[in-house]
């Protein structure tokens, strides 16, 4: 079948076209750079795509399956894991941020926002998703106060406060939740643990994904 | 450089060019009405956008940035939090709601879907994520809580424990992703038994962590 690329006045139909083979898109560019292209990908499924640049494939933003199943292969997204325990680090009052002693391991980092020190940096203003857990143990009955928290530039959001004493002294303990919240671009989220009223003995556990993964950290661009 | 829009039948190419300067779109009216246009805005980074209406920059609804980082500004999304603490709500059986004592405050509404007296209303039937954390005080002899998400589809229990044994203040969290038709709504309610009506829900600044909060989106 010939190429048929065509405007129907008629009845408004756009109609793009390659014929037996090809992609099928609409390139935008600004004084011939080449900006976005969207169309479908002949070679991909006949999948969807708004790809930035001037090629469906490369640097592929946004693909739709023909199935429906959407993924953003760029979308700012992350997961990482303690691999190492970090012993003695709050109990006293200190906040202790994960990642900050022994460095996270990363499963994921799509768009390479988040730091194995902990730290995730927005890179544009948004809504962002985070979620965690952190494993503790040697705690004793006198850390009768724990926090943790999501600790953003924009406010800290606590998921967890407990007699930590009273709850977790025989066998650990762990804590975590989720929050969606506002972050302008540049701004930085941690996520905090602190135990209060006796002394730094209280370790945050590491444990391999591969056994149940005791402590971790993830969040990604939501809205 | 001239304008140059060209449908090229050799290549299969639809190329929208500006020139120099200006928005490169495409613009879908229906008669004679602006519904959507999506292009590249050129006076924005030249990030990719699908806008209501007939102009990029007003009423974006999808804006991808050239490294690929997707929002959307106008996707239902809310964060709210109690700024100040609800006291003796439960205790004895009485199912509170959060945001029915004190209002929240919101941090966020896109789409206007919440009110603070704690009540998210789906605009549209989709799939909906969920996350809240209430700071509970006043927990005496007795107390056995429970921490349940009410939709207009179901009531998922999220929480339940023997309060009693976790301290006098303890924090319930948790999250739930669930299907809402369009107008149904989602509430976050406690319902704390077994003992005296002294249970707090506690308020607080988010300068020193923000205890007790309630944040969802429209995910699919």
Known sequence: ?223 | MPKTNAINNQSAELTIDPGASGDSFIQFDINGTGEFRIGVDDTDSDKFKISQGSALGTNDTFIMTASGERTMPLQPAFLGYLALQDSNVSGEGTVYTLGSGNALTEVFDQGGDFVTTGTFTAPVTGRYYFSMSLQIGGVGAGHYGEMRLVTSNGTYLLYKNDIVNMGTTVEYTSSAFVDMDASDTATTTLDVAGGAKTIDVAGGTLGGGAPTWFSGYLVA
């Open chain 1, 1 to 223: 079948m010939a190429k048929i690329n065509a405007i129907s006045n008629k009845s408004a139909e756009l109609t793009v076209d390659p014929g037996a083979s090809g992609d099928s898109f609409v390139q935008f560019d600004i004084n011939t750079t080449g900006e976005f292209r969207i169309g479908v990908d002949d070679d991909a499924s006949d999948a969807f795509k708004i790809s930035q640049g001037s090629a469906l494939g490369s640097n592929d933003t946004f693909v739709m399956s023909a199935a429906g199943e959407r993924t953003m292969p760029l979308q700012p997204a992350f997961l990482a894991y303690l691999g190492t325990t970090d012993s003695n680090v709050t109990g006293d009052g200190t906040y202790f941020t994960v990642g900050s002693g022994n460095a996270m391991t990363e499963v994921f980092d799509q768009n390479s926002d988040f730091n194995t020190n902990g730290t995730f940096t927005a890179p544009v203003t948004g809504r962002y998703l985070f979620c965690g857990q952190i494993e503790l143990d040697d705690i004793v009955s006198a850390h009768t106060l724990g926090l943790g928290v999501f600790d953003s530039s924009n406010g800290l959001w606590r998921f967890d406060r407990s007699d930590f004493g009273n709850i977790g002294v025989t066998n650990g303990l762990q804590v975590g939740g989720s929050v969606l919240i506002d972050m302008d671009a540049a701004d930085i989220a941690t996520m905090d643990i602190g135990v209060f009223n006796s002394t730094k003995t209280v370790d945050v556990i590491a444990v391999a994904p591969a056994t149940g993964a005791g402590t971790w950290f993830c969040g990604y661009l939501a809205v």
